[in-house]
């Protein structure tokens, strides 16, 4: 008997487990698990809409779900539809990649003021989340606070400054994009904790910011006159080149039609404001420094939660595991096993470290596997699909689009599932 392996999500991490494990043992019986009617996870609702090159990575996962051996079972939810303890008994092991994508909170007063948002939620709604469609205060928001000093911070910035032509060639969803082109924005302020030689921002991402339309980003004060009389590093590379941004920047002197501005080494204090954010306080050593705030987002990092009580521990911002095990059969791959850390690829070596153990660890051939879980989603009435159907949400958004757009992305569970027919 094959050996049958459920994996519960289909972004980068879950296809590559996949992938791996399909690799290692050819006759394996492999069930990914997808909550959306539509795969690819962060890749199709984290990574920025206007990056377009980074998405293109869909076609090698795409290669792994249309594999004969490997189903996709969209559209089924974790904790709802099926329980994690029912998948256990239904396959010889267990992969959880469902990453770990709940805002981390600032934890100050004011935080849950209405205006304050964390950048999960933001980036969710400009990707065309279902789970975030609610329209941030853009409409009221000419000043807006971004708190973070990594490449979420500076993706979101990029996205509230570009005008509705920068965005053209984006798969932003089409409520986000009005919504963007009609706020009144006049000034994005990026903060963070850290200093300038201390930032996780990549050179790409942050040289990006020189190329706007409507916004010149600058220094705020007194990291301007330092960062312009500082002596570049030369190494790493990397961080040369960050800080040689970043003092550029700082020599930046002129506005544009929208303010952008790096400020470091505030920690937060209070969110200010009668019934909605104004204001956000921050303080440098015994000085408070406000900045005016209709719009905070906060770019603080996620963290995997409990998905109901009979999920895994969560600790230090994922599921408690060793190696990639959670617990007898029971294994956890990309975020969800090691946080929100890193970048695309690093999750290929997570698939094939679980493959590894899988293999070494679990007698294959012991359990129903797919007609199991198919038995069982029947008898409650689940609606599922597989990824002959994720193609045809596919296909119709592209159908859907208007050049130079890539595709109109459905933003709603309804348009997704009405797209299949």
């Given at each position: 008997?094959?050996?049958?392996?459920?994996?519960?999500?289909?972004?980068?991490?879950?296809?590559?487990?996949?992938?791996?494990?399909?690799?290692?043992?050819?006759?394996?019986?492999?069930?990914?698990?997808?909550?959306?009617?539509?795969?690819?996870?962060?890749?199709?609702?984290?990574?920025?809409?206007?990056?377009?090159?980074?998405?293109?990575?869909?076609?090698?996962?795409?290669?792994?779900?249309?594999?004969?051996?490997?189903?996709?079972?969209?559209?089924?939810?974790?904790?709802?539809?099926?329980?994690?303890?029912?998948?256990?008994?239904?396959?010889?092991?267990?992969?959880?990649?469902?990453?770990?994508?709940?805002?981390?909170?600032?934890?100050?007063?004011?935080?849950?003021?209405?205006?304050?948002?964390?950048?999960?939620?933001?980036?969710?709604?400009?990707?065309?989340?279902?789970?975030?469609?609610?329209?941030?205060?853009?409409?009221?928001?000419?000043?807006?606070?971004?708190?973070?000093?990594?490449?979420?911070?500076?993706?979101?910035?990029?996205?509230?400054?570009?005008?509705?032509?920068?965005?053209?060639?984006?798969?932003?969803?089409?409520?986000?994009?009005?919504?963007?082109?009609?706020?009144?924005?006049?000034?994005?302020?990026?903060?963070?904790?850290?200093?300038?030689?201390?930032?996780?921002?990549?050179?790409?991402?942050?040289?990006?910011?020189?190329?706007?339309?409507?916004?010149?980003?600058?220094?705020?004060?007194?990291?301007?006159?330092?960062?312009?009389?500082?002596?570049?590093?030369?190494?790493?590379?990397?961080?040369?080149?960050?800080?040689?941004?970043?003092?550029?920047?700082?020599?930046?002197?002129?506005?544009?039609?929208?303010?952008?501005?790096?400020?470091?080494?505030?920690?937060?204090?209070?969110?200010?404001?009668?019934?909605?954010?104004?204001?956000?306080?921050?303080?440098?050593?015994?000085?408070?420094?406000?900045?005016?705030?209709?719009?905070?987002?906060?770019?603080?990092?996620?963290?995997?939660?409990?998905?109901?009580?009979?999920?895994?521990?969560?600790?230090?911002?994922?599921?408690?595991?060793?190696?990639?095990?959670?617990?007898?059969?029971?294994?956890?791959?990309?975020?969800?096993?090691?946080?929100?850390?890193?970048?695309?690829?690093?999750?290929?070596?997570?698939?094939?470290?679980?493959?590894?153990?899988?293999?070494?660890?679990?007698?294959?051939?012991?359990?129903?596997?797919p007609a199991g879980l198919d038995a069982l989603l029947a008898s409650r009435g689940v609606r599922h699909h597989d990824f002959a159907a994720c193609k045809k949400i596919e296909s119709a958004e592209l159908a859907a689009a208007k050049a130079p757009a890539p595709r109109r992305k459905f933003a709603t569970i309804e348009e997704m599932l009405a797209a299949i027919g």
């Amino acid at each position: 008997m094959p050996l049958t392996v459920a994996i519960v999500g289909a972004g980068p991490a879950g296809c590559y487990a996949a992938e791996a494990v399909a690799r290692a043992t050819p006759d394996a019986r492999i069930d990914v698990i997808e909550r959306l009617p539509v795969p690819y996870g962060l890749v199709r609702h984290g990574v920025a809409p206007d990056h377009q090159g980074t998405k293109a990575v869909t076609r090698v996962l795409e290669r792994t779900l249309a594999r004969p051996t490997v189903r996709v079972v969209a559209n089924v939810t974790l904790g709802r539809d099926v329980l994690l303890v029912e998948l256990l008994e239904l396959y010889d092991a267990v992969v959880l990649a469902i990453g770990a994508s709940h805002d981390r909170a600032l934890g100050i007063p004011g935080a849950d003021l209405p205006g304050v948002v964390g950048s999960g939620a933001f980036v969710g709604w400009y990707n065309g989340h279902p789970d975030h469609g609610q329209v941030p205060p853009l409409a009221t928001a000419r000043n807006v606070v971004i708190v973070g000093n990594g490449n979420v911070a500076l993706d979101v910035a990029r996205i509230l400054a570009k005008t509705r032509e920068e965005l053209a060639s984006s798969d932003i969803a089409t409520a986000a994009l009005d919504a963007l082109a009609n706020a009144p924005l006049q000034a994005i302020h990026i903060v963070g904790r850290r200093a300038p030689d201390a930032v996780r921002f990549s050179p790409h991402e942050l040289g990006e910011l020189g190329d706007l339309a409507r916004a010149l980003p600058r220094v705020a004060a007194p990291h301007d006159t330092a960062l312009r009389e500082m002596t570049l590093p030369t190494a790493p590379p990397d961080r040369a080149e960050v800080m040689k941004l970043l003092q550029a920047y700082a020599r930046n002197d002129k506005r544009g039609a929208i303010d952008l501005v790096f400020h470091f080494e505030l920690q937060p204090l209070r969110i200010e404001g009668e019934g909605r954010a104004v204001r956000f306080v921050f303080a440098r050593g015994d000085e408070e420094i406000a900045l005016p705030a209709d719009l905070v987002i906060g770019c603080i990092g996620y963290h995997a939660r409990p998905f109901s009580a009979e999920g895994p521990v969560v600790e230090g911002g994922c599921y408690r595991n060793e190696a990639g095990r959670i617990a007898e059969r029971l294994y956890a791959v990309g975020w969800a096993a090691r946080g929100a850390s890193g970048v695309i690829p690093n999750n290929r070596a997570d698939g094939l470290a679980v493959a590894k153990r899988i293999i070494a660890e679990v007698q294959p051939g012991v359990r129903p596997g797919p007609a199991g879980l198919d038995a069982l989603l029947a008898s409650r009435g689940v609606r599922h699909h597989d990824f002959a159907a994720c193609k045809k949400i596919e296909s119709a958004e592209l159908a859907a689009a208007k050049a130079p757009a890539p595709r109109r992305k459905f933003a709603t569970i309804e348009e997704m599932l009405a797209a299949i027919g």
